[in-house]
Each structure stands twice: as C-alpha cells, then as structure tokens.
C-alpha cells in the first residue's frame, strides 16, 4: 500500500517540477510564487477551518451555544474514531494520516481559503456519522428499559428538539440571499429524515418502538443543522458564481459597441474574451503598469497607444493570498479609478451601475484627456461614415462600421446563466 501511495504522489512531485523548471507562474510552480508573495507565511486558521466547512451548521461563535456545539461536534466524532480503531484500525490510521497530511499541507502553503476543505472535509463527517449511528443504537437499547411513562417523555423531548433545530435550519437559510432555492432543498431532507425515523421505530407498539423513535429523532435533530448549513454554504457559493463577475458581464457589450481598434487596460481580460471574443492585445492588464500616479499612468497608457482605463469592482483584501493578488494585479492602480470622480490626465465617460442587491460599486470607464490622436481621427472617420449611410449621431458599432452583420443583443443575465 506504501508503494501504491507513492506511486499515486509521483505525477503530483512531477508536475510540480517541471513547472518549476518551466518557470513560475506556470502550473505548481505558481504555488510557489504565491507563497514568496505572501512571505512564506503558513496558514494555522485552515485548521479551524477544516472542522468549520463540514460542520457548518454546528460552528456558531455564540457563547451559549458553545457547549451544544461543541457535544454535538466532537462526541460523536471522538465515538467514530473509537469505533474505527476497535473495528478497522489500519483504515482507521490511513484516513487520520490522510487527513493531517492534507491539512498540513494546505496549512503550511498559507492558503485559508475554504475550497481546499474539499478533499479532507468527508473524512471527519465519516467517523462523525458513524459515532452518531452507534450512540443512536445504544441510546435506543438503553431507553427501552426505561419504563413507558418516561420512554415517552423522551420521545417528546427529542421530538421537540427535532423541531427546534429545523426551525433554525430554516431561519438561517431564510438569511442567504437565495439562488437555486434551498429552503425547498431542506424541505426535502427534512421530510426524507422523517420517513427514515419513522422505519426506524417500526410499528407502534412493538417492543422498542418508542426507543427507536427517540433515538432517530434525536438523530434527526444533530443532523439539521448541517443540513442548513451545507445548504447555506452552496448557495453563497452559487451566488459567487453566477456575481462575482457581473461586472465584466455589464462592460463587455459597452466595449463591443465603443472599443473598435481602440485598447483599454482593465482586470476581466479573459471574461471579456468570453463574452464578445475581445481580448490580448486590444485589452492590456494594469499589472504591465508601473507607476505610481494616474499622471503616470496616463503617460504610460499614451506611449502604448491604451486609450480607455476600466475600473471594476474588487474587494479589499484581507488574507495574505488577497494581499498577494492585489500586489500581483497591481490593484492600487485600479482604484484610481473607483470614485468616477476627476482623475489627472482622463476624463469620465461611462458609468455601469450593477444590481441594487450585490452592494458593489458600478464599474468606471474612463478615457485619455486629450484623447489619443489616431484615435480621434479613426472615430471621426467612423462617424461621417454613419452619418452618411443615414444613422445616428455618435460612434457606431465596430461590426457595423466595417460593413458586417450586426451581432445579436448581449444579454447580461443570460451569459451570467450561461
């Protein structure tokens, strides 16, 4: 099994040295780099983290709900273990290791970010499931001792329990701004947990009955919560996806329309590529631009023929690996930009407001101030040429310009769907 195992691992050491052989910022080797930027800084909160993904539900920083939390989490995760060193103590070692050295990796590259849970997080909700199972099963064979009056106590005591951790379930994703509709996805697991308490117990009236019952609603009541929060955790994740980039969704057809032979220097090169097949080299990237001022800037921008600046919204950083990227990216430059106030050396000339709900600032397109010459003359030219085939004022579609069909309406949300 060792060799196995490292077999397995030799792609991985291979790939991660020709990439550094190929240089940085090409395949593995650009960990490396990421990690000189970040000043070679481990990541102990990944640890906390990798407990937080999975048990998302449970993870609370409320003081009075610590106690709970912390019964709920490691009880019948500290049972699992247990079990699994009784019953299969070899897999039981391989997966404790698998899951220290996956975590300690990931700790020691510095990353905190919680899509690296991915590949670990089953392993505690593995032994965490089968401890809750056990203690299930042996709550059940304990109550039934118990005499009815107290077996039914019982059993309504779990079921209230059951009821009140679906109720914060509910509440917690009625917080989430909701994309694919996740109160309906709980519904169904909670009507889906309540099928299987119900074959648990049996037939009313057979021995144990109540005894089942109350141990699978107890079952029941552990489970919601990482229900809701699982749950919770894909719908922010499927809002990134569909938001995070909506700005780009909104610029691409104003630089279809607008940029013609034109340069802009902006952040989304390759969404922009996506969505209207404009890319390397009419749109540069403000990491090519060292400066230090928009004056600078714009006197760089005029000498590589870069007519419009593009400022789309970022957030601040606030872990080394975003305090890396903004460094990477060369974001202090972008923020010249953000206001859509006056800026030294351009002048303001569009402003794409987003969607009132996503709290972001509009993006900002701005142009040299004197515009590029060449430029002027080509929109100029472009112009009288609209003019003359009987359309409207101002610079008309690149496509239609040069005598081509014009391209169908860009649809935001759809290619944010897409």
């Known amino acids: 099994h060792l060799v196995l195992s490292a077999l397995a691992c030799g792609g991985v050491a291979v790939w991660l040295g020709l990439s550094l052989v190929a240089g940085s910022g090409s395949g593995g080797g650009f960990y490396f780099q990421l990690m000189e930027g970040m000043g070679w800084q481990p990541a102990p909160g990944f640890l906390e983290r990798s407990f937080k993904e999975p048990f998302r539900g449970w993870f609370v920083r409320s003081r009075w709900m610590v106690l709970p939390m912390l019964l709920a989490i490691a009880v019948p995760g500290v049972v699992g273990v247990w079990l699994g060193w009784r019953r299969f103590p070899r897999v039981t070692v391989a997966l404790a290791l698998a899951w220290l050295l996956g975590v300690g990796v990931i700790v020691g590259f510095g990353i905190n970010k919680a899509r690296y849970v991915a590949h670990t997080q089953w392993i505690p909700l593995f032994f965490w499931t089968a401890g809750v199972g056990w203690l299930a099963r042996e709550g059940a064979r304990r109550a039934a001792a118990l005499t009815p009056g107290v077996g039914f106590a019982a059993a309504l005591a779990a079921a209230g329990l059951a ?177 859509g106030g006056p800026v030294p050396g351009f002048r303001h000339v569009a402003s794409l407001p987003l969607p009132s709900e996503l709290e972001r600032l509009p993006v900002q397109i701005y142009e040299l101030d004197p515009p590029l010459e060449e430029a002027s003359a080509r929109h100029e030219e472009r112009g009288k040429a609209q003019v003359a085939g009987g359309g409207g004022g101002g610079y008309p579609p690149p496509d239609v310009a040069e005598g081509r069909a014009a391209p169908e309406a860009f649809d935001p949300d759809a290619a944010s769907a897409r």
């Open 163 to 339: 009821v009140l951790a679906a109720a914060r379930g509910a509440l917690s994703l009625a917080e989430v701004p909701a994309v694919v509709a996740p109160g309906a996805e709980f519904v169904l697991l909670w009507v889906a947990v309540v099928v299987l308490a119900a074959a648990l117990a049996g037939r009313p009236g057979r021995p144990g009955a109540t005894a089942r019952l109350t141990a699978a609603l107890v079952v029941t009541a552990l489970a919601a919560p990482l229900f809701a929060g699982g749950l919770r955790a894909k719908d922010r994740g499927l809002h990134k996806v569909y938001y995070a980039n909506y700005s780009a969704a909104l610029l691409a057809p104003w630089l279809k329309e607008n940029l013609a032979d034109d340069r802009a220097v902006l952040l989304p090169r390759t969404h922009i590529d996506y969505l209207v097949g404009i890319g390397s080299p009419q749109l540069v990237l403000y990491s090519g631009f060292e400066v230090e001022t928009a004056e600078e800037l714009a006197a760089e921008m005029r000498r590589q023929g870069v007519r419009y600046a593009v400022y789309t919204f970022r957030r601040e950083p606030d872990d080394p690996s975003e305090r890396f990227y903004y460094r990477l990216h060369n974001m202090r430059v972008v923020d010249f930009f953000q206001s």
